[in-house]
């Protein structure tokens, strides 16, 4: 198939060709069973066994301890940003949080909702371009837990060594799944929406530590319980199917294509080349962010002036690279370069900017 583009978007976004084309081939008449995924029970045999399959792959790729219980819940991050302080804070800890951009706010402003919250690191304060360093965090006395966003996917900066904190930590890791190990024991809760790294949009996978369930808060109505989406291995509802079926699809080729030391590895090497061109445009294009906290999933450039910007997101789009805006909270170019991206296409990418800066001199 010839005719695709090279999609930079932050997500939804670029998912491996290989898994859209098995998906096709499977659609309309799912394993002889003279129907689709979709217009099946949940409870019956195939689904039964997609869901299992899909766990099971999520705990080998993501090597992900048995002591933690992985749940597949509607809601994409966003919910979680909730359904976390609710569940943790039950017995009137407070909750330390970095704000570390855009996402890290959202997720603060949600918690204050629920819960004694307080800022253990302000990134306002230097325009969110970097994050913190380990010993700028601040944890008071009777802290639950620490919150942080791993990868800024619009700022475009992320977290290079994990927080040394006497709490345990909780991480919304949206847009960094699958680009890197987790240290599991410094976690309680991992969780992210699945529509960057790991599938379709429609939900989010999330990783709670199984010691804490029975001290979650039993006080919510049940698809806000942990304890009770584990207990029910997420099925306490109807399941989003679709999104879980192409997510397994997604893990097996995570899983084929040599797992999270090849994935991390291709993310450094696709990053690298992106970086490189812009610290070596002469200030032609460049990086907003510090230089030890880029993200190796979300590039974010700037060029000169907002015409030659406007220009090249014109001309990038006319010869295949498209969706190289930036959020619009923050404007520039993003390129978000997520596991399935190729590299090819960061290759092109990369050539393209350089014959843009010899075309159109600032
Ligand atoms: N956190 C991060 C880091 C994100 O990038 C996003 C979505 N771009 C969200 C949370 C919100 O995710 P969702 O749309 O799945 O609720």
Redesign the pocket.
């Known amino acids: 198939m010839n005719n695709r583009v090279h999609n930079f978007s932050?997500?939804p976004c670029t998912l491996p060709l290989e898994v859209l084309e098995e998906a096709r081939e499977e659609f309309v008449n799912y394993q002889e069973s003279g129907m689709s995924l979709i217009e099946m029970s949940h409870r019956g045999k195939h689904f039964d066994s997609v869901h299992s399959n899909a766990i099971q792959l999520a705990r080998e790729v993501f090597e992900v301890p048995d002591d933690f219980s992985i749940l597949f819940l509607q809601?994409?991050?966003?919910?979680q940003f909730s359904m976390i302080p609710m569940n943790l804070l039950a017995d009137s800890k407070k909750a330390a949080y970095v704000d570390s951009g855009s996402?890290g706010s959202?997720a603060i402003a949600d918690a204050r909702i629920y819960g004694d919250v307080y800022i253990a690191w302000d990134g306002n304060e230097c325009g969110y371009s970097r994050m913190p360093s380990l010993g700028e965090i601040h944890i008071k006395a009777n802290t639950r837990y620490l919150h942080i966003?791993s990868?800024?996917?619009?700022g475009g900066i992320r977290f290079v060594e994990w927080p040394d904190v006497n709490v345990p930590l909780v991480s919304?890791m949206?847009?960094d799944y699958m680009s890197r190990r987790i240290p599991w024991q410094l976690f309680d809760v991992v969780y992210?929406?699945v529509?960057?790294n790991l599938g379709p949009?429609g939900m989010?996978v999330i990783f709670v530590r199984q010691s804490i369930l029975s001290k979650c808060n039993k006080s919510l109505g049940r698809y806000l319980r942990y304890d009770l989406q584990s207990e029910k291995n997420s099925m306490l509802n109807t399941p989003p199917v679709f999104p879980i079926y192409l997510l397994g699809k997604v893990l097996r080729w995570m899983k084929l294509g040599g797992g999270i030391e090849a994935m991390e590895r291709a993310a450094e090497e696709k990053a690298a080349l992106l970086y490189y061109a812009i610290d070596n445009s002469s200030d032609y294009f460049r990086s907003p962010v510090s230089v030890n906290c880029r993200s190796v999933m979300n590039v974010v450039f700037r060029l000169p002036t907002s015409d030659l910007e406007n220009l090249f997101l014109q001309e990038a789009n006319a010869a295949g690279f498209v969706n190289l805006k930036g959020h619009r909270s923050v404007g520039g170019c993003r390129a978000s370069i997520y596991n399935a991206m190729p590299r090819s296409s960061v290759e092109l990418l990369v050539d393209f900017m350089k014959s843009f800066q010899l075309s159109n001199p600032a």
């Not at 809601?75 to 919910?79: D, E, F, V, W």
């Not at 990868?151 to 619009?154: K, L, M």
């Open positions: 932050a997500g809601g994409g991050a966003t919910l996402w959202a966003t990868n800024e996917t619009i919304d949206s847009s992210g929406g529509q960057k949009a989010a």
